[in-house]
């Protein structure tokens, strides 16, 4: 097997076997068809990826993304129409939701399917890569399109959007972007206007799987110059629609995350932000050829004291970008000019001048920009072997030593993302900057295996690195309540609200608090809150009915609670007894028997004092 994919490296490279054509411009045909290239991509792929099968889900997206998700856990018309219509996650990809419904539909919550599809989203993705830089290239350099498929598809920068479950949206958004590019060059190559259409669709397919792909209708005019082609009324007319798709998901993106994810200008300033933004590209050039101290998490600087290297960040971007294109220029190496705009029009959605998010670079922002860059290293690569045909050999085996190698930590990498703790504990082990987000989350983790102490102990970490994290002060506060130390957690939620007021979690939590303090009062306020905050939390709904039915005897209110819960959640058993029950009180037994007889189905017993309750058959009550 070794030999085999050297053997194909060295093809691929222009290194022939004797008396096989020296002229590696030629296609493989009688030496290794395209079956067999393509094959040999799928199965490296599917090896190095494998470990990702065996992954869980972490608490890092996927509890809102999928476990806690009420829209993907149940594939219907009202929820399809919530996930089209509505932000959800403080984000807008309705197709992402829409892969997600399916794979719950299909497996639950078990992890692996997820897991499964992600990779094969990723070799499709291959696929794609190899199919449009075939296209670039005339059919006649396929050794380009290997090499830049194949560091596709085993770069561990890459590895982030493969392993991580939400990391759907990069692998559905890049899909379709990268079927719509190659549907354009089409369009160009046979002039008909019907792969126009279908790239607008594809297109219109990649924004709605994550608002990333607004850079699409820039890719474009790269992919007219590459042709040779020139710019004129009718190149901006047949743009304009996909300019004003692109225009119009920004837009309502922006609008969705301008109050929660980016920064204002008090936060970062706009020095900071062109410093934070060169850092990014400068990190991002290094790393395709030197993907060391990954981590899932990068996080900022201290905003108060930004260190003095960040400030000479803007010239080393300009110099190493300017010198990349001024030599490609100057040179009319049209691969290189063509591979780092690419790089930088795809990356400029996720740049840092916005200054969105908590990360100030994240690894899977570079799916899709890297392929300018695996172009022009594939490129170059193929320039060398021309010119160099007496080291050709030498050519190779370094190639294959450097694939070797990004194959191997691309495999150490998928390992990281086994569980929360092990992501959260890479985080803060190779973090630059103590993240307070880092130690929450992993305290997070630890509380979902039940390690409280472990978890008290990265919560009390994370104050100590900042006195704002909310959602330290949060899961202590669920913590304590876990071990009904019920003046501590109050106190813990309490600090929460301060910091965020109307947050439904908090809340709903300090209601649950109040109501084991008997404080129901109080407790019906929280609760009422939580549900202004987030009508669609089946528990909150279900609660406040029970201290309305049990213990304030409003059986009207309450049955309109339990009511929503049920339309929220049709699988709530103890929302079905409790709105029983609450019939019962107002002599409607038919109804209540109905609502036991459905929680019998969901596997309820009722015990005998309510079947004999039900058998009595109450007049009305109030």
């Known amino acids: 097997m070794r030999k085999r994919c050297f053997e194909t490296l060295a093809i691929a490279l222009g290194s022939s076997k004797k008396g096989a054509p020296t002229n590696h411009n030629l296609y493989m045909e009688g030496l290794y068809p395209r079956r067999t290239i393509i094959l040999f991509l799928l199965v490296v792929t599917a090896i190095f990826y494998y470990p990702t099968l065996q992954n869980k889900f972490v608490n890092w997206d ?87 498929a194949l560091l596709f598809a085993i770069h561990p920068m890459h590895v982030e959007a493969v392993a991580w479950v939400t990391g759907r949206k990069d692998l559905l958004f890049s899909l379709f972007y990268l079927a719509g590019l190659i549907a354009y060059f089409l369009y160009l190559e046979k002039g008909r206007t019907k792969w126009l259409i279908y790239a607008f669709l594809l297109c219109v397919c990649s924004l709605l799987s994550k608002p990333a792909a607004v850079s699409f209708f820039l890719v474009l005019p790269l992919i007219d110059y590459w042709r040779g082609r020139g710019f004129g009324r009718r190149q901006v007319l047949e743009k304009l629609p996909f300019a004003l798709a692109c225009a119009a998901i920004g837009a309502i993106t922006f609008m969705i995350q301008a109050d929660s994810s980016v920064k204002t200008l008090e936060q970062l300033s706009v020095l900071d932000r062109v410093n934070f933004t060169a850092y990014g590209i400068v990190v991002y050039l290094v790393k395709v050829l030197f993907p060391i101290n990954l981590s899932p998490f990068h996080s900022y600087p201290d905003l108060s004291k930004v260190p003095v290297h960040f400030y000479y960040m803007p010239f080393l971007a300009l110099g190493l970008v300017g010198g990349m294109v001024w030599l490609s220029w100057k040179r009319t190496w049209r691969v290189g000019l063509f591979g780092i705009m690419f790089f930088l029009v795809t990356l400029s959605p996720t740049m840092q001048l ?7 670079v994240s690894e899977r922002y570079t799916y899709l920009p890297y392929i300018g860059l695996f172009f022009m290293l594939a490129g170059g690569l193929s320039v060398l072997a021309d010119r160099y ?11 294959a030593v450097f694939c070797t190698l990004l194959a191997t930590v691309c495999f150490q990498q998928t390992k990281v993302w086994r569980d929360g703790i092990s992501l959260w504990t890479a985080a803060i082990s190779s973090g630059q900057y103590p993240s307070s987000r880092a130690y929450t989350n992993r305290g997070t983790a630890y509380a979902y295996a039940e390690k409280f102490e472990l978890a ?28 009904n130390r019920l003046d501590e957690a109050l106190q813990q939620l309490n600090y929460a609200l301060q910091l965020s007021p109307l947050h439904p979690n908090a809340l709903g939590n300090r209601g649950h608090v109040h109501f084991k303090k008997n404080d129901l ?41 339990f009511d929503n819960a049920i339309r929220i959640n049709p699988s709530y058993v103890a929302a079905y007894v409790n709105r029983a029950k609450a019939h019962l009180a107002v002599g409607n037994a038919e109804q209540a028997e109905a609502d036991l007889s459905e929680a019998r189905r969901l596997g309820f017993e009722p015990s005998a004092s309510l079947l004999e309750e039900l058998a009595r058959k109450p007049g009305s009550g109030d």
Do not use: C
């Open 456 to 483: 008290l102990e990265d919560f009390n970490q994370a104050k100590e690195l900042n006195q704002n994290e909310y959602d330290a002060y949060h899961n202590t506060g669920i913590i304590y309540y876990r071990q």
């Open 389 to 399: 045909v007496r080291h050709r050999m030498l050519l190779v085996a370094g190639t």
């Open 354 to 360: 916005l200054a969105f998010g908590e990360s100030i």
């Open 62 to 148: 996927d509890t809102v993304y999928v476990i806690e998700n009420e829209f993907v856990q149940k594939l219907s018309v009202d929820n399809l129409k919530a996930i089209f219509t509505r932000s959800i996650a403080e984000n807008y990809h309705p197709l992402t939701f829409v892969s997600l419904a399916l794979d719950y539909a299909i497996a639950g919550t078990s992890p692996a399917w997820y897991h499964l599809v992600n990779l094969l989203l990723h070799l499709v993705n291959t696929l794609l890569v190899f199919q449009l830089i075939f296209l670039l290239t005339g059919r006649g350099r396929p050794t380009i399109a290997f090499l830049t």
């Open 521 to 561: 009062d109080n407790a019906i306020r929280d609760y009422t809150g939580a549900i202004n905050g987030n009508p669609y939390n089946p528990e909150i709904y279900n609660m406040r009915g029970f201290i309305l039915f049990e213990h304030k005897r409003q059986y009207r209110q309450a049955i309109e609670d």
